[in-house]
C-alpha cells in the first residue's frame, strides 16, 4: 500500500510588508481582499497543527496542488519555498501552481525559479516545464500547470492545447509501464456550468486526454473544501477527481474548518484500488471527518462519515 497527503490552497499568511509601487496592478485588491477578509479565514496555528497531523500519518508522499500564496510578493515565495522544506524533502513533497501564485505575470518567474526542486520531473538536469512526471514507488506523479496570469477578479486558470497533448502522452506511457497514475492540478477539470470567473479554460482538453488515455486519480484544489467527483476513461472506466479543502481555513458560517486527505493506493497495474480519509479541524483538534472508496462499485457506498 502507498499513502499519498494530498494539502492544497495553503494561502500563507501574514502577508509581508509591501511598498506602494508592488500594489500598481491586480495586487492593489488582493491586497485589501486580503486585510478585509481573508486575513480573519486564514489562521496560521490551524495550518500548523495540519502539518503535525500530515507527519505523523507519515505518507510515502505529500502533493501539493497550489496556491501556497496570496497576491504574489516576492518575499512570499521566499516564505513559501522555507514552508516546502519545512514540510519535507524535495523528493517526498510535489508541488503544481496555483491562480494566486502566477497572480501578476512576474510572479510566474518567481515561482519557477524558487520552487523548481518540488515542482519538476525526474530530469537530472530539470527546468519548470509542464506536464512534468514524478516516478515515486507505484506512483506516476504527473503535474500540470493552470496557473496564468489574469485580469482583477478573475481566478481562472488554463490548460493549452500542447500541455494537454503532452499530458495524454505521459498517460499512454506510464499506462503501459502499469504504473498508478496521479494527475496533479489546481484548478477542477470537471465540467460546470456555474463559477464562470473560476474555470478551467481548456477543461474539455485534459478530460478528452483523460477518456482516451485513462487515470487512475485526479487531485486538485482550488475550491477550498473537499470534493469527490468523476470522469470518464477508456472502456467505460470512471476517474475519482478529488477535491482538497485548505488546511488554514477557520470554522465559520460557510465553511468547517481546515482539512486535507490522506490517500491509500493498493492493487497493481490494470487494477489499482484507492480510498480516502479526510482529516481536519473540528472541535479545536485535528480528527478524522470522514472516509470514501474512491473506486466505485454498484453494491458498495461511496463514503462513510465519521
Known sequence: MTVLAHISD?????????????????????????????A?????????????????S?????????????IGLDAEYDTALDWLHALGDPHDVTVVPGNHDAYVRRAIERYSAAWLPFASGDDPHPEMMFPFLRRRG???????????????????GKVDE????????????????????????????VSRRSHFFRRLIGADLVRHAVARFGADLIL????????IAYLPGPNGSEVPVVGAASPSIVPHA??????YNLIRIEGGPGRWASGMVERGFRDGAIRTVASHRLDRTADQPTATQA
Open 10 to 38: 495553503i494561502h500563507l499568511g501574514p502577508l509581508p510588508p509591501v511598498r506602494w509601487r508592488e500594489l500598481a496592478s491586480k495586487r492593489a485588491l488582493g491586497y485589501l481582499n486580503w486585510h478585509r477578509n481573508r
Open 40 to 56: 480573519r479565514i486564514f489562521e496560521a496555528s490551524i495550518l500548523a497543527a495540519i502539518i503535525t497531523d500530515i507527519h505523523a
Open 58 to 70: 507519515r505518507p510515502d508522499h505529500i502533493a501539493v496542488t497550489g496556491d501556497l500564496v496570496n
Open 138 to 156: 507505484p506512483l506516476a506523479l504527473i503535474g500540470v500547470s493552470t496557473a496564468v496570469a489574469t485580469a482583477p477578479m478573475m481566478a481562472t
Open 162 to 189: 500542447e500541455q494537454a497533448q503532452k499530458l495524454g502522452q505521459l498517460l499512454a506511457a506510464t499506462g503501459r509501464e502499469g504504473l498508478c497514475r496521479v494527475v496533479l492540478i489546481h484548478h477542477p477539470p
Open 220 to 227: 486538485h484544489g482550488h475550491d477550498h473544501h473537499t470534493s
Open 254 to 259: 460557510r465553511h468547517p474548518g481546515g482539512a
